[in-house]
Nanobody, 125 residues
Framework: QVQLVESGGGSAQAGGSLRLSCAYA????????MGWFRQAPGQEREGVAV??????STYYHDSVRGRFTISQDNGNLYLQMDSLRPEDTAVYYC????????????????????WGQGTQVTVSA
């Protein structure tokens, strides 16, 4: 299976920045999409930013567009988070999908079947 390990979470003040990293090992599996999801207490997990592997096109949730940037290099997926807001507080998960439905539904968590363990991000006002 694809192995995903997140790091870089922590605390920041509103307006600040954090950078999340996800070290991945595909172990021979192909992936069409890799991305970041988040889950706040009492809320459903939502797609934040996704990179479609082949065409390098990206998806961003409306709430983070213009503030967050997803990028990738050999073996690592990143999420640069700028202009943080208290409502960005959540556990952030790295995810990957080998299916084709993630291409048209990149923010749909049910399209992803490989997940990291999550990293906490806390933004204070």
């Amino acid at each position: 299976q694809v192995q995903l390990v997140e790091s870089g979470g922590g605390s920041a003040q509103a307006g600040g920045s954090l950078r999340l990293s996800c070290a991945y090992a595909k172990n021979g599996h192909g992936t069409n999409c890799m991305g970041w999801f988040r889950q706040a207490p009492g809320q459903e997990r939502e797609g934040v930013a996704v990179l479609r592997t082949a065409g390098r096109s990206t998806y961003y949730h409306d709430s983070v567009r213009g503030r967050f940037t997803i990028s990738q290099d050999n073996g690592n997926l990143y999420l640069q988070m700028d202009s943080l807001r208290p409502e960005d507080t959540a556990v952030y998960y790295c995810a990957a999908s080998g299916g084709i439905m993630c291409l048209s539904r990149p923010g749909a968590r049910n399209e992803y079947y490989w997940w990291g363990q999550g990293t906490q991000v806390t933004v204070s006002a």
